[in-house]
């Protein structure tokens, strides 16, 4: 039994409360992006295109993920170890403060038009030496809401001698190891460029932040699809009526992609000057391997569908999928996700191949690929949970009016996410840029051709929108004005003729030796030949 009804559950309300307002603000921004492509809106008076831009990736790609993911996790790890430690509570509400810090900073040199450097933040694009510094406050959030958890483990570890952690809490612990590896290439990239945007240095070696900023944006998407994951393997039974399809299989998963995952980050990196084939291939090897677990994922969300469908009275060889509780909204977001991911997985792995990347690497492909597998994969997962996590939290309970809405919902966020994903993957294939505003390149034949797809582009970000306006009242409604009740804590239970764990998926001390020796086999020559052979590298760059 929860132990916390106080404190830290109004953390985490804190923590959705804020991320709600970031992907309403965020995603009014990325309308107006995409009404702009469309060539139906100019932009508004006093911010470019592309100060929208940095603003729309920066409050979603590392904001609403980051107070989400926060919020969600902490309320999860708390419920399935009976309680935080009380420092563990601590570093969480300073880690907070210093988010909210970092962010301010960070949007305020933005609309004050110096830091247009879009979300991927390297050189040799500048901004003011504040953006930089609020982005180190954003990533000492990040490092004390880590601490916080694995403090809370261990003691838990120390307290439960010969158990294993729970489920939850071991998720927790590899979307936290997994992030904090990650942002080590990014703290470092930022702490260069500091120094470098005041004048204090006057140069800086590009490729080497590229590289280094890349370790972190890889794993960054996998940070998130390991929290979508932990809703797959534990809520999704849950909710349906089934149980976890395998405890060990669950474990191993969160291994694999924790420690294969940073080294594909040069997969970003295929068109980039100044590394051999033989390491970009090696790079890209790593970025295949981590489809291995997604196929264990894969394999183990249809086999309890397939057990709870039959159980239904399902028949036939799909006749059990008929027998899922569609109507349920707390299911058909997560199913939907899943069924994203196919498609945004599969884009992936398309360009780890060395020939079509460089035929989509500077396109709209790009674009719509990753609005797929975030925008589908994760972020449908994560709305998923707000049916039940929000009033768990609230201490309110989901009404059947605000459940229908889920459902019309849903479905404006998926339509909106099909024509806006598909009109920019094909869009691209025809040479479409990404990262312009609307342009028909004084009236160029092969620019015009673009228009009809662009105009889908637009008519999905206000489907999209409209989704965001929806979700947003849903999330404020059940923590403000649904009514009083209890909600249960949505985690599945293992299967009991389960064969018992390994204690070896435990030894987190082995697995951070085989991230770091799989990080260095991909990391460190490179980054040794990057400064050996240095150019003369840049100044700092402002274009907009």
């Known amino acids: 039994m929860n132990k916390l009804r106080g404190s830290h559950y109004r953390f985490s309300l804190v923590n959705m409360f ?19 492509r469309a060539g139906v809106l100019k932009i508004l008076n006093g911010l470019n295109y592309y100060e929208l831009l940095t603003l729309h990736g920066i409050l979603l790609i590392i904001g609403f993920t980051t107070l989400f993911v926060n919020g969600y996790l902490y309320a999860a790890t708390d419920y399935v170890l009976g309680g935080l430690q009380k420092i563990s509570r601590t570093l969480s509400w300073v880690g907070l403060v210093s988010f909210l810090i970092g962010a301010l900073m960070v949007v305020f040199e933005v609309i004050n038009h110096r830091a247009t450097v879009m979300y991927t933040f390297y050189a040799p694009m500048a901004a003011s030496p504040v953006f930089y510094i609020g982005l180190v406050f954003v990533v000492l959030c990040i490092w ?103 405890d060990a299989l669950t474990r191993i998963t969160v291994i694999l992609i924790v420690v294969l995952n940073v080294p594909g ?43 709870v ?32 991911f196919i498609f945004g997985g599969a884009g992936g792995i398309a360009q780890t191949n060395n020939q079509l990347n460089q035929v989509v690497h500077n396109s709209l492909w790009i674009v719509g690929h990753f609005h797929v597998t975030v925008g589908v994969s994760v972020v449908l ?8 996590l ?19 919902q849903t479905g404006f966020w998926t339509v909106g996410m099909i024509f806006m994903s598909l009109s920019m993957t094909f869009v691209g294939l025809i040479g479409a840029p990404r990262r312009t505003q609307f342009t028909t390149y004084h009236e160029h034949a092969h620019a015009l051709a673009w228009n009809p797809y662009l105009l889908f582009v637009g008519a999905g970000g206000i489907l999209l929108f409209i989704g965001i306006v929806l979700m947003c009242y849903i999330a404020f409604y059940l923590m403000f004005k649904a009514p009083k009740g209890h909600t249960p804590f949505m985690v599945a239970e293992t299967n009991e003729a389960e064969i018992s764990t390994p204690a070896w998926t435990e030894k987190w001390s082995l697995w951070l ?32």
């Open 144 to 246: 004390l809401s880590a601490i916080g958890i694995f403090i809370s483990c261990y003691k838990w570890k120390q307290s439960h001698k010969g158990e294993h952690l729970p489920l939850f809490a071991f998720f927790a612990t590899g979307v936290y190891t997994l992030i904090t590896l990650g942002s080590i290439g990014v703290t470092v990239e930022v702490l260069m460029m500091i120094p470098w945007s005041m004048g204090i240095v006057e140069r800086i070696n590009v490729l080497l932040t590229r590289t280094l900023f890349w370790s972190f944006g890889h794993t960054l998407v996998n940070v998130w699809y390991l929290v979508a994951v932990s809703a797959w393997y534990l809520v999704l039974p849950k909710v349906i009526g089934g149980k976890v399809y395998s």
């Open 381 to 388: 997962t994560f709305f998923g949970l707000v049916y039940w």
């Open 513 to 544: 030796v085989v991230a770091f020796l799989l990080i260095s086999m991909g990391y460190v020559y490179p980054i040794v030949d990057i400064i050996q052979n240095a150019p003369p590298g840049s100044p700092p760059i402002k274009t907009w």
């Open 265 to 307: 980050g040069f997969h970003h990196q295929i068109v980039d000057p100044g590394f051999s084939p033989g390491l970009k291939f090696m790079h890209l090897i790593m970025s295949v391997a981590i489809g291995f677990p997604s196929l264990m994922t894969a394999f183990a969300m249809f086999a309890v569908l397939e057990q």
């Open 309 to 340: 469908g039959r159980q239904n009275g399902g028949k036939g060889l799909l006749g059990w999928l008929w027998k899922l509780p569609w109507g349920d909204v707390r299911f058909l977001t997560i199913m939907l996700a899943m069924v994203g």
């Open 390 to 408: 929000i009033p768990y939290l609230s201490g309110r309970v989901l009404t059947r009016k605000i459940h229908n809405l889920g459902i019309w």
């Open 18 to 36: 804020l991320a709600f307002v970031l992907l309403f603000i965020g995603g009014f921004i990325g309308l107006i992006q995409g009404l702009n």
